[in-house]
């Protein structure tokens, strides 16, 4: 696979973490992006409308854990930086590895069709045809908001998360009686925002399956400082430790008001705020389960009450979408699309993707370590196992780390970033190495 022709698609985290290791390997390649700058998700107002950043937003993993491993974060960052400092961040990345140069600004990739004797016909936003070798797919999947269907119909004003930037746009939201649905870090922050007395609002929180709340600092340093899983003994002895230092370190989402979980700790991603429970604590938020009709202004729940509103923030999360691709080839319904590694579609051995997990703690050092993969993949030193093996890995790695979760779409792509990479470092990617020196370079193996 030596000297692929190489697309990358998207200049967020994944399409630049792409870029730098196929750059490193002195692969040709050329990074399409649909907007005019870098940053995806962390480019707040971002033109191609695909940020959800709001205008107060901090990152909710510490920059010790976020920062890349070849481009630290600098020492003077806050603990959990605001997204233009993320911005920035990514911004002199790309200056420091001179990735500017080989991106497309405003030429994303409309239409992705694959040819029958293998690449890609790429399609781009000016009206051009493009042919490439390999395509890597680094589009997002924080940006295609999923709404809640509830039965039937409000008569107030509705918004997702993704569409909040502050208390005065899109809606001004000032003295007005406020749900917001969902109980994840968006609807965390966006309710103690919105919660504020200056504001003059009523805010309420619904959610469906409750949250475990845990806290940004324990023992003065980041709580994530304390995080890290081993390969070398098994999980479900590492979630019953945590599961049992939880209500120690955080308390129980009942001491604040909130319905009891529907799932034990790390059975569904944990919520992340210091403010929230004291907002709920306070009387600024009021808990409600889950809604279980609509009716004019009316809100009825779960539990037989009912209250009033002006307007619901829908904070319930995002669709992953592939746009470009026909969806008889490439699409991901209910957020399920089955990839070896995350990376690679059985069968498709010119397609990698990058990015497409909810990585725990944070996605940046995830994708990071994709890209040591993808370069080795397009300079010809790894080769994927067959298709069959392939097949039975995705099965054992999504019961591995999705088996013991709610069943959501949130959670279909949830994954250990420290057993992931470990795995790809001491395993696969070595083991790839073997099978591209006994095969040859070709990513079609004989036998595993």
């Known amino acids: 696979m030596t000297g692929l022709k190489t697309a990358v698609i998207g200049a967020g985290i994944s399409g630049l973490t792409a870029a730098k290791m196929l750059s490193d390997y002195g692969i040709d390649y050329t990074c399409f992006e649909v907007s005019d700058r870098v940053g995806g998700n962390w480019a707040f107002q971002n033109p191609n409308g695909m940020s959800s950043a709001y205008r107060s937003l901090h990152i909710d993993t510490s920059k010790h854990r976020l920062s890349f491993k070849d481009f630290p974060m600098p020492e003077d960052y806050p603990d959990f930086p605001h997204h233009l400092q993320i ?17 497309e600004f405003e030429n994303g990739i409309t239409h992705a069709r694959r040819l029958d004797g293998g690449g890609w ?25 999923r709404m809640a269907d509830f ?40 309710s103690v925002e919105l919660s504020s007395k200056a504001l003059q609002n009523e805010v309420t929180i619904s959610t469906r399956s409750g949250a475990w709340i845990v806290p940004k600092y324990i023992a003065g340093r980041p709580a994530d400082k304390y995080f890290k899983t081993t390969p070398y003994l098994p999980l479900s002895w590492q979630r019953k430790v945590a599961q049992w230092g939880q209500p120690v370190s955080a308390g129980r989402p009942e001491d604040f008001g909130l319905p009891t979980p529907n799932h034990k700790f790390f059975e569904a991603h944990p919520t992340q705020s210091v403010e ?13 389960p889950n809604v279980s009709r609509l009716d004019g202004d009316t809100v009825h729940f779960e ?7 002006d307007v619901i923030v829908y904070a319930t999360g995002y669709n992953i979408t592939f746009p470009f691709f026909d969806e008889d080839l490439i699409s991901a319904p209910e957020n399920r699309i089955d ?11 010119d397609l990698v993707f990058m990015g497409f997990a909810q990585s725990t703690p944070t996605l940046f050092p995830f994708v990071e370590c994709q890209a040591r993969l993808l370069g080795a993949y397009a300079i010809g030193r790894y080769r994927l196992p067959a298709v069959e093996t392939m097949n039975e890995v995705i099965v054992s790695d999504q019961h591995k780390y999705t088996g013991h979760m709610l069943d959501r779409p949130r959670h279909t792509q949830q994954v250990d970033y420290f057993i992931y990479e470990h795995d790809l470092r001491t395993k696969e990617i070595p083991a790839g190495a073997v099978r591209a020196k006994r095969f040859g370079a070709a990513s079609r193996a004989v036998s595993a």
């Open 121 to 145: 016909e790429l399609t781009t936003q000016r009206g051009e045809t493009r042919r490439f070798d390999l395509l890597v797919v680094g589009n997002g999947h924080h940006w295609d908001a």
């Open 276 to 288: 929230l429970p004291l907002r709920l604590g306070s009387g600024d938020v009021t808990p409600k």
């Open 87 to 103: 911005k920035k961040y990514l911004d002199d990345y790309a200056d420091a590895f001179g990735l500017r140069d080989r991106i």
């Open 339 to 349: 990839l070896y590694k995350r990376m690679f579609k059985p069968g498709i051995d």
């Open 303 to 309: 539990d037989g009450t009912h209250g009033d509103f």
């Open 151 to 190: 039965p039937g119909e409000f008569s107030g004003q509705s918004i997702h998360a993704h569409h909040y930037i502050d208390p005065s746009d899109p809606l001004d939201l000032h003295g007005k009686r406020i749900l917001v649905v969902g109980l994840g870090n968006s609807a965390a922050d966006i």
